[in-house]
């Protein structure tokens, strides 16, 4: 028992040093989705966000990074769509990042993709 709930802690802490992060480079409209009790899922948490341009979303993106490296000692195992910077995906194995430009956002909609899971919409900071 007492594995699984640092295994929770820790996950909680790189949920909180993602959103840090996005907050950091004044990222908007943060969503954090709690997937635990959606059957079969590989991620605990899909934090989603949004940047103004795609350069916004590529600091956006560096940020997290950065952040997570420094608070929680994670590195991801996974960065996808860098290049284009219109949607990069951050994979922390239990926690996804998915940084997005607002058109790419409301194109895909993920919050209504997995409308099942649990959902926490974080005010902007600015």
């Not at 560096?62 to 995906?89: F, M, T, Y």
């Not at 209504?112 to 974080?122: C, I, K, S, V």
């Amino acid at each position: 028992m007492g594995e699984n709930n640092s295994e929770v802690v820790s996950t909680e802490t790189l949920v909180d040093a993602v959103v840090n992060g996005i907050q950091e480079k004044k990222g908007s409209k943060i969503t954090v989705l709690n997937l635990r009790n959606i059957e079969n899922m590989i991620a605990e948490f899909f934090v989603i966000c949004e940047g103004e341009s795609n350069v916004h979303v590529d600091a956006l993106s560096d940020s997290v990074e950065e952040i997570v490296r420094r608070d929680a000692g994670e590195k991801p195992l996974h960065v996808e769509g860098k290049q284009n910077a219109e949607w990069v995906l951050i994979d922390y194995m239990n926690v996804v990042v998915h940084v997005f430009r607002k058109e790419v956002r409301q194109f895909y909609n993920l919050e209504d993709l997995w409308a099942d899971a649990g959902r926490e919409d974080l005010e902007d900071l600015f």
